[in-house]
């Protein structure tokens, strides 16, 4: 099992900034990636970025306008999320897969509860 807690969401004005945080424990298995997604109101989940721990390999929806990156010591990812606009509000969950997929659904795959975000004057 994987248990994955995100932080960091809250309420920004367009145009400003978050960095969200998703902290991995209890793995026996290993994870092979992580990858942030996030539900619009009333949307399915989407992939916003994604990325194989031993660098092997990405995957970005934002054209880098937000930037995943991953500090390997503390078993965290962070989302960098810049120049926000009111279609990025949503919430936004963190995922791991412990099969060798840079994005995986189902089998091997495990979720946080999420975090949301709101941008908004």
């Known amino acids: 099992q994987v248990h994955l807690v995100e932080s960091g969401g809250g309420l920004v004005q367009p145009g400003g900034s978050l960095k969200l945080s998703c902290a991995a424990s209890?793995?026996?298995?290993?994870?092979?990636?992580m990858g942030w997604y996030r539900q619009k109101p009333g949307q399915s989940r989407e992939l916003v970025a994604a990325?194989?721990?031993?660098?092997?390999g990405n995957a970005d929806s934002t054209n880098g306008r937000f930037t995943m990156s991953r500090d390997q010591a503390k078993n965290t990812v962070y989302l960098q999320m810049d120049s926000l606009t009111s279609d990025d509000t949503g919430v936004y969950y963190c995922?791991?897969?412990?099969?060798?997929?840079?994005?995986?659904?189902?089998?091997?795959?495990?979720w946080g509860r999420g975090t949301p975000v709101t941008v908004s004057s």
């Open positions: 995922s791991a897969c412990t099969v060798r997929a840079v994005v995986c659904v189902g089998s091997g795959s495990f």
């Open positions: 209890g793995s026996d298995v290993g994870i092979y990636s």
């Open positions: 990325l194989a721990l031993d660098g092997t």
